[in-house]
C-alpha cells in the first residue's frame, strides 16, 4: 500500500531572483476545521468570499463567487499527487447548484483538473487525481454553479503525494506568451523555476538568431537556492521591426533539460494617427524629400514617439534631414509615414 505524504511548498527570496528561503521540505497543512470556527492550515492560501459564518461554523461556504487557492506548490517534489476535499452541499439542489470544481494554475490561466465533483447532504471525502506534474502552481477550489444561496460545503482539502527523488526542473508555464513591444519600448515577463532533487546549481540561457534582442536577469540560480521557488525576468527590447524568436535553455546536472521558445514581435509606434492621405515620397541623390502644400507643419519623431523637428513647409518638395541614420515618423498634414534617413 503506498504511503501518502503531504506536499513540500517551496517558497524562497533573494534579490535578483525573488524568492523566501524556508526549510526545504516545508509541508503545507491540510486546510480544515480544528474546531468550531477554528479553521487550520489556512497560512498562505487565499480564502475569497467562502464565509465560516455559518450555523455550524466548521466549513467553508461555497457560493458562486467563492474561492480557495494555494499558495504556489512545486509539484514535480512529488508523485501519484491527489487533492482530498471533504464536501457536503447546502440549500435546495437544483442544476447541480453544488459542484465542486479544481483548478491548477499555470501562471497565467486555470486548467480544471478532473470532472466536477458533485455533492450530497452527508458529508465526504472525494479527490481529484493530478499524477505526476512537473510544474509549479496553485489549485483552486470553486463552486462553479452555485448561486447566492445554494452551493457547497468545504470541510477540509489536502494534498497528498508520494515524495520523488528523481531531479526535476519546473516552471509554472507550459507555454511563455508571445511578448509585445514598440520600437524603442521593452517589455518584461515573468517565469517562475524550481527544482527537485538538483545537487547543482540551475543554468539559464538565451540562445536563437534573435536572441540579442532579449535578456534574463539572471544567468544561472545558486545551488543553495535550486530547490526552491525562483522568479526571473525576461526582458524583450527590440533593435529592429518585426517578429523575433529566442530560445531559453533551462538546465541542471541530472535533470532534464527544459527548452522553452520565446517569441516576440515589434513594430514602430503609430503616434495614434491613421493615414487618410497619401504623402509622396522622393529619394534621390541619398536625400529625402516629402511632398506638402505650403505652410503645412512637418513633424519629425523618433520610433519611441518623441518629436524631434517641427518645420514650416513649401508647396511642392520638401527636403527632410536629421543628423542621425535610422528609422523615423514623418507627419505632415493628414499623412503619417515611416521613412529611413541614411545621412
Known sequence: MKKYLTLALLICTCHSIFCVTTPLEL??????????????????????????????KDYWKMLSNSELISPTINLATHSDIVIALSLQSFGTISNHSDDIAVFLS???????????LHTTSTSGIQQVNLGSKNRVGKIRVVAPNATNTVGARVMSVEIKGIASTTPAISTNEDTIPVLLANMGDSVV??????????????????????????????????????????VIEIKFKPSSEGNKQASLLISSQGASPMIKTINASTHIATLNTTEVETMELLEENGHLFFQAKEAEVAQLYGINGQLLQTTKTTEGWNQITWSVPGIYLLKCGKSTRKILLKN
Open 106 to 116: 499555470n501562471g497565467n490561466t486555470w486548467t480544471q483538473i478532473g470532472e466536477n
Open 27 to 56: 509541508v503545507i497543512p491540510k486546510l480544515s476545521f480544528l474546531s468550531r470556527n477554528t479553521p487550520s492550515g489556512t497560512e498562505n492560501w487565499a480564502i475569497l468570499n467562502a464565509t465560516t459564518n455559518n450555523a455550524s
Open 189 to 230: 515577463h515573468k517565469l517562475t523555476i524550481a527544482g527537485a532533487n538538483l545537487q547543482q546549481k540551475i543554468n539559464i540561457q538565451l540562445t536563437g538568431k534573435d536572441s540579442s534582442q532579449f535578456k534574463v536577469s539572471v544567468d544561472s540560480i545558486s545551488t543553495l537556492n535550486a530547490n526552491m521557488t525562483n
